[in-house]
T-cell receptor, first 114, second 113 residues
Framework: GAGVSQSPRYKVAKRGQDVALRCDPI?????LFWYQQALGQGPEFLTY????????KSGLPSDRFFAERPEGSVSTLKIQRTQKEDSAVYLC????????????FGDGTRLSIL | QKEVEQDPGPLSVPEGAIVSLNCTYS??????FMWYRQYSRKGPELLMY????GNKEDGRFTAQVDKSSKYISLFIRDSQPSDSATYLC?????????????FGTGTRLLVSP
Protein backbone atom coordinates (compact mmCIF):
# COMPACT_ATOMS: atom_id res chain seq x y z
CA GLY A 1 0.00 0.00 0.00
CA ALA A 2 0.89 3.65 -0.12
CA GLY A 3 1.57 4.00 3.57
CA VAL A 4 1.92 2.07 6.82
CA SER A 5 -1.42 0.64 7.85
CA GLN A 6 -2.31 -0.28 11.43
CA SER A 7 -5.35 -2.04 12.79
CA PRO A 8 -7.44 -1.71 14.78
CA ARG A 9 -7.31 2.09 15.15
CA TYR A 10 -8.87 1.85 18.59
CA LYS A 11 -8.91 -1.04 21.03
CA VAL A 12 -10.56 -1.20 24.43
CA ALA A 13 -9.82 -4.19 26.64
CA LYS A 14 -10.36 -5.16 30.24
CA ARG A 15 -7.38 -5.57 32.51
CA GLY A 16 -6.03 -9.08 32.21
CA GLN A 17 -7.14 -9.66 28.61
CA ASP A 18 -4.72 -10.35 25.78
CA VAL A 19 -4.61 -8.00 22.77
CA ALA A 20 -3.04 -8.21 19.31
CA LEU A 21 -2.15 -5.18 17.21
CA ARG A 22 -1.39 -5.45 13.50
CA CYS A 23 0.97 -3.50 11.25
CA ASP A 24 1.17 -3.60 7.44
CA PRO A 25 4.39 -1.83 6.38
CA ILE A 26 4.99 0.01 3.14
CA UNK A 27 5.40 -2.54 0.36
CA UNK A 28 9.03 -3.56 -0.05
CA UNK A 29 10.19 -2.11 3.26
CA UNK A 30 12.42 -4.61 5.04
CA UNK A 31 12.74 -2.77 8.36
CA LEU A 32 9.81 -2.53 10.75
CA PHE A 33 9.66 -0.79 14.11
CA TRP A 34 7.19 -0.63 16.99
CA TYR A 35 6.98 2.39 19.31
CA GLN A 36 4.79 3.22 22.31
CA GLN A 37 3.55 6.77 22.80
CA ALA A 38 2.12 7.85 26.14
CA LEU A 39 -0.09 10.94 26.33
CA GLY A 40 1.94 14.11 25.99
CA GLN A 41 5.19 12.26 25.34
CA GLY A 42 7.28 11.39 22.32
CA PRO A 43 7.23 7.83 20.99
CA GLU A 44 9.48 5.32 22.73
CA PHE A 45 11.13 2.44 20.93
CA LEU A 46 9.88 -1.08 21.62
CA THR A 47 11.35 -3.43 19.01
CA TYR A 48 12.83 -3.66 15.50
CA UNK A 49 12.73 -6.25 12.69
CA UNK A 50 14.88 -6.64 9.63
CA UNK A 51 12.79 -8.91 7.41
CA UNK A 52 11.60 -11.67 9.77
CA UNK A 53 14.53 -11.34 12.19
CA UNK A 54 13.91 -9.45 15.41
CA UNK A 55 17.21 -7.59 15.80
CA UNK A 56 16.41 -5.42 18.81
CA LYS A 57 13.77 -5.94 21.47
CA SER A 58 15.46 -3.89 24.16
CA GLY A 59 12.49 -1.54 24.52
CA LEU A 60 9.84 -4.14 25.33
CA PRO A 61 8.78 -3.22 28.87
CA SER A 62 8.08 -6.74 30.13
CA ASP A 63 7.77 -10.34 29.02
CA ARG A 64 4.05 -9.69 28.56
CA PHE A 65 4.96 -7.93 25.32
CA PHE A 66 5.74 -10.05 22.29
CA ALA A 67 6.19 -9.11 18.63
CA GLU A 68 6.52 -11.23 15.52
CA ARG A 69 6.94 -10.84 11.77
CA PRO A 70 6.96 -14.43 10.53
CA GLU A 71 7.07 -13.78 6.77
CA GLY A 72 8.99 -10.54 6.81
CA SER A 73 5.98 -8.38 5.96
CA VAL A 74 3.02 -7.97 8.33
CA SER A 75 3.87 -7.70 12.02
CA THR A 76 1.81 -8.32 15.15
CA LEU A 77 2.45 -6.86 18.58
CA LYS A 78 0.84 -8.95 21.30
CA ILE A 79 0.31 -7.89 24.88
CA GLN A 80 -0.67 -10.58 27.33
CA ARG A 81 -2.49 -10.04 30.64
CA THR A 82 -2.90 -6.32 29.94
CA GLN A 83 -2.45 -3.79 32.72
CA LYS A 84 -3.76 -0.22 32.98
CA GLU A 85 -0.25 1.15 32.42
CA ASP A 86 -0.28 -0.46 28.96
CA SER A 87 -2.79 2.18 27.83
CA ALA A 88 -1.02 4.19 25.11
CA VAL A 89 -0.82 4.67 21.37
CA TYR A 90 1.20 1.95 19.66
CA LEU A 91 2.91 3.18 16.51
CA CYS A 92 4.42 1.12 13.73
CA UNK A 93 7.04 2.46 11.31
CA UNK A 94 8.84 1.00 8.33
CA UNK A 95 11.87 1.88 6.25
CA UNK A 96 13.68 0.50 3.24
CA UNK A 97 16.37 -0.97 5.47
CA UNK A 98 19.35 1.18 4.57
CA UNK A 99 20.82 2.99 7.53
CA UNK A 100 20.45 6.34 5.77
CA UNK A 101 16.74 5.95 5.04
CA UNK A 102 14.05 7.51 7.27
CA UNK A 103 11.20 5.74 9.02
CA UNK A 104 7.59 6.31 7.96
CA PHE A 105 4.84 5.92 10.52
CA GLY A 106 1.30 4.66 10.57
CA ASP A 107 -1.46 6.42 12.51
CA GLY A 108 -1.20 3.99 15.41
CA THR A 109 -3.52 1.90 17.53
CA ARG A 110 -4.95 3.68 20.56
CA LEU A 111 -5.18 1.07 23.32
CA SER A 112 -7.25 1.69 26.42
CA ILE A 113 -7.21 -0.79 29.30
CA LEU A 114 -10.14 -0.54 31.69
CA GLN B 1 18.60 12.95 32.07
CA LYS B 2 16.87 12.01 28.81
CA GLU B 3 18.98 11.42 25.69
CA VAL B 4 16.96 14.04 23.80
CA GLU B 5 15.57 17.15 25.48
CA GLN B 6 12.84 19.28 23.95
CA ASP B 7 10.70 22.05 25.42
CA PRO B 8 7.10 20.79 25.42
CA GLY B 9 5.63 24.29 24.95
CA PRO B 10 3.02 25.22 23.94
CA LEU B 11 4.60 27.83 21.69
CA SER B 12 2.01 30.36 20.49
CA VAL B 13 2.78 32.63 17.52
CA PRO B 14 0.75 34.79 15.13
CA GLU B 15 0.32 33.79 11.50
CA GLY B 16 3.32 34.81 9.40
CA ALA B 17 5.85 34.60 12.24
CA ILE B 18 9.17 32.79 12.01
CA VAL B 19 9.17 29.83 14.37
CA SER B 20 12.26 28.30 15.96
CA LEU B 21 12.02 24.82 17.48
CA ASN B 22 14.98 23.25 19.23
CA CYS B 23 16.34 20.07 20.76
CA THR B 24 19.51 19.11 22.58
CA TYR B 25 20.91 15.61 22.78
CA SER B 26 23.63 13.80 24.68
CA UNK B 27 24.60 10.77 22.54
CA UNK B 28 27.61 11.45 20.31
CA UNK B 29 26.72 8.39 18.20
CA UNK B 30 23.74 10.16 16.64
CA UNK B 31 24.43 10.78 12.95
CA UNK B 32 20.97 11.19 11.40
CA PHE B 33 18.50 13.81 12.53
CA MET B 34 14.80 13.79 11.77
CA TRP B 35 11.99 16.20 12.42
CA TYR B 36 8.47 14.84 12.45
CA ARG B 37 5.17 16.71 12.63
CA GLN B 38 2.29 15.08 14.47
CA TYR B 39 -1.31 16.21 14.30
CA SER B 40 -3.77 15.13 16.98
CA ARG B 41 -4.74 11.45 16.67
CA LYS B 42 -2.39 10.92 13.72
CA GLY B 43 1.01 9.31 13.36
CA PRO B 44 4.26 11.29 13.06
CA GLU B 45 4.83 12.63 9.54
CA LEU B 46 8.40 13.06 8.32
CA LEU B 47 9.25 16.73 7.68
CA MET B 48 13.01 16.96 7.45
CA TYR B 49 15.89 14.51 7.44
CA UNK B 50 19.55 15.52 7.69
CA UNK B 51 22.85 13.75 8.05
CA UNK B 52 25.57 15.09 10.35
CA UNK B 53 26.11 18.82 10.85
CA GLY B 54 24.82 21.50 8.53
CA ASN B 55 21.67 23.06 7.13
CA LYS B 56 18.93 21.70 4.92
CA GLU B 57 16.10 23.73 3.43
CA ASP B 58 12.79 22.53 2.03
CA GLY B 59 10.24 25.18 1.19
CA ARG B 60 9.33 27.08 4.37
CA PHE B 61 11.29 24.66 6.55
CA THR B 62 14.99 24.74 7.45
CA ALA B 63 16.68 22.11 9.60
CA GLN B 64 19.98 22.89 11.29
CA VAL B 65 22.30 20.52 13.12
CA ASP B 66 25.34 21.51 15.19
CA LYS B 67 27.01 18.30 16.32
CA SER B 68 29.73 20.16 18.23
CA SER B 69 27.13 21.56 20.63
CA LYS B 70 24.64 18.68 20.18
CA TYR B 71 21.94 21.14 19.16
CA ILE B 72 19.18 20.59 16.59
CA SER B 73 16.89 23.30 15.23
CA LEU B 74 13.89 23.54 12.93
CA PHE B 75 12.86 26.91 11.52
CA ILE B 76 9.47 27.55 9.96
CA ARG B 77 9.08 30.70 7.87
CA ASP B 78 5.75 32.42 7.20
CA SER B 79 3.98 30.16 9.67
CA GLN B 80 0.39 29.17 8.89
CA PRO B 81 -2.49 28.02 11.12
CA SER B 82 -2.16 24.62 9.41
CA ASP B 83 1.33 24.37 10.96
CA SER B 84 -0.32 24.02 14.38
CA ALA B 85 0.82 20.58 15.54
CA THR B 86 3.39 18.87 17.73
CA TYR B 87 6.93 18.83 16.37
CA LEU B 88 9.18 15.94 17.34
CA CYS B 89 12.93 15.80 16.90
CA UNK B 90 14.31 12.29 16.50
CA UNK B 91 17.99 11.52 16.05
CA UNK B 92 19.41 8.07 15.45
CA UNK B 93 22.77 6.34 15.36
CA UNK B 94 24.70 5.62 12.18
CA UNK B 95 25.35 2.09 13.46
CA UNK B 96 23.34 -0.45 11.45
CA UNK B 97 22.70 -2.41 14.65
CA UNK B 98 21.05 0.53 16.40
CA UNK B 99 18.35 1.84 14.13
CA UNK B 100 15.85 3.06 16.71
CA UNK B 101 14.77 6.67 16.72
CA UNK B 102 15.13 8.47 20.05
CA PHE B 103 12.39 11.08 20.33
CA GLY B 104 12.12 14.24 22.34
CA THR B 105 8.84 14.94 24.13
CA GLY B 106 7.70 17.12 21.25
CA THR B 107 6.94 20.86 21.15
CA ARG B 108 3.33 21.85 20.66
CA LEU B 109 3.03 24.79 18.23
CA LEU B 110 -0.07 26.96 17.96
CA VAL B 111 -0.28 29.43 15.06
CA SER B 112 -3.17 31.87 15.41
CA PRO B 113 -4.80 33.55 12.37
Amino acid sequence: GAGVSQSPRYKVAKRGQDVALRCDPISGHVSLFWYQQALGQGPEFLTYFQNEAQLDKSGLPSDRFFAERPEGSVSTLKIQRTQKEDSAVYLCASSSGSVNQPQHFGDGTRLSIL
Amino acid sequence: QKEVEQDPGPLSVPEGAIVSLNCTYSNSAFQYFMWYRQYSRKGPELLMYTYSSGNKEDGRFTAQVDKSSKYISLFIRDSQPSDSATYLCAPKSGDTGFQKLVFGTGTRLLVSP
